[in-house]
C-alpha cells in the first residue's frame, strides 16, 4: 500500500503561481511512477502531468505545457508540482496518484492504483 497526502493548494489570482506537493509513504517511492490529475466542477477527472522513477522523464497535457512543471525528491518521498502562469479555468481538485508501473508515463487514471485525497485550487480571474 501506498499512502499519498497532497497539500499546497488555494486561492490564487489569475497570473500567479503555486506549488502542491504529494507525500508518500508506506513502500519504496522510487519504485512508482507519479501523476498528476484534476478535476473540475462538473467534469471528468483529467490528466496533467506525470514522471517515472527516473526524474528527467516526464510528460504534460497540453493545456498545462509550459506553465507546469512535476518534479520528484526521491530521498523525501514526494513529488511536486510547480503551476505558473494559472488560468481560472485551471480551478479544480488536484489529485496525485501513484502507478506500480515505475517505467510509465500514463495518461489514463486506470494506470494508477493509488490516489490522494486531492487539494482544492482556486484561481480568480
Known amino acids: 500500500q501506498v499512502q499519498l497526502v497532497e497539500s499546497g493548494g488555494g486561492l490564487v489570482q489569475a497570473g500567479g503561481s503555486l506549488r502542491l506537493s504529494c507525500a508518500a509513504s508506506?513502500?519504496?517511492?522510487?519504485?512508482?511512477?507519479m501523476g498528476w490529475f484534476r478535476q473540475a466542477p462538473g467534469k471528468e477527472r483529467e490528466f496533467v502531468a506525470a514522471?517515472?522513477?527516473?526524474?528527467?522523464?516526464?510528460y504534460y497535457a497540453d493545456s498545462v505545457k509550459g506553465r507546469f512543471t512535476i518534479s520528484r525528491d526521491n530521498p523525501k518521498n514526494t513529488v511536486y508540482l510547480q503551476m505558473n502562469s494559472l488560468k481560472p479555468e485551471d480551478t479544480a481538485v488536484y489529485y496525485c496518484?501513484?502507478?506500480?508501473?515505475?517505467?510509465?508515463?500514463?495518461?489514463?487514471?486506470?494506470?494508477?492504483?493509488?490516489w490522494g485525497q486531492g487539494t482544492q485550487v482556486t484561481v480568480s480571474s
Open positions: 496518484a501513484a502507478s506500480s508501473k515505475r517505467w510509465s508515463l500514463d495518461v489514463d487514471l486506470s494506470g494508477y492504483g493509488y
Open positions: 508506506g513502500r519504496t517511492f522510487s519504485n512508482y511512477a
Open positions: 514522471i517515472n522513477w527516473n526524474p528527467v522523464n516526464t
